[in-house]
C-alpha cells in the first residue's frame, strides 16, 4: 500500500511539473490567441522598416487609426530580424519565424494579411493595399454588421 501511495505521488508530481512546463509555452507560441473574438489583427510583413511599400503601407493605416479603433483592427509589424506588436513590445525570434512560414512571406517580400476574430484569414496581399479595402472587407463581415446594429442601438 506505501509503495503504491508513493508511485502516485511521484506521478503527481511528473505530471505537474509536465503541466507547469506547457503552461509556459503558450505565452510565447500562441500570442494570437490573446485576440481571438477581441479584435482584429493587420499583419504587415516586410523585409525591414526601411521597405518604401511597407513605410506608405503604415503611414495610410496610421492616418486612419480612429477607423481601426472603431473596428477593433490592431497592426502587427513583422520584419526578418524583428517586429512589434500593436503596444510596440518586441516579437520573439521564433515568432517571426513561425509566422513568415505560416503566411509564407520570401525574405525580401511584403505581405498584408488580415486576421479576423475568428483567427481566420480573411485577405492576404502582397501589395500595398488601400485601407478602404480592409475597412470595406470588415464592414461586409456578419460579427462586424452585428456590432455596428449594436452600436446604433445604445
Given at each position: 500500500m506505501k509503495g503504491k501511495i508513493?508511485?502516485?505521488?511521484?506521478l503527481l508530481a511528473?505530471?505537474?511539473?509536465?503541466?507547469?512546463?506547457i503552461s509556459l509555452h503558450p505565452l510565447?507560441?500562441?500570442?494570437?490567441t490573446e485576440h481571438l473574438w477581441e479584435n482584429r489583427v493587420l499583419l504587415l510583413f516586410s523585409p525591414n522598416e526601411e521597405s518604401k511599400i511597407?513605410?506608405?503601407q503604415l503611414q495610410e493605416f496610421i492616418i486612419s487609426e480612429e477607423k481601426m479603433i472603431d473596428r477593433d483592427?490592431?497592426?502587427?509589424?513583422?520584419?526578418?530580424?524583428?517586429?512589434t506588436t500593436p503596444s510596440g513590445e518586441q516579437l520573439a525570434k521564433e515568432k517571426l519565424?513561425?509566422?513568415r512560414k505560416k503566411?509564407?512571406?520570401?525574405?525580401?517580400g511584403f505581405l498584408l494579411v488580415l486576421i479576423g476574430k475568428d483567427g481566420g484569414t480573411k485577405y492576404k496581399s502582397p501589395e500595398k493595399t488601400?485601407?478602404?479595402?480592409?475597412?470595406?472587407?470588415?464592414?461586409s463581415m456578419p460579427m462586424r454588421r452585428a456590432e455596428m446594429k449594436n452600436k446604433s442601438h445604445r
Open positions: 508513493e508511485n502516485n505521488v511521484r511528473i505530471v505537474s511539473v509536465i503541466l507547469f512546463f510565447k507560441a500562441q500570442r494570437m511597407f513605410q506608405t483592427l490592431l497592426l502587427y509589424q513583422v520584419f526578418n530580424n524583428s517586429g519565424m513561425s509566422w503566411w509564407q512571406v520570401e525574405p525580401e488601400d485601407p478602404s479595402v480592409i475597412f470595406d472587407l470588415i464592414d
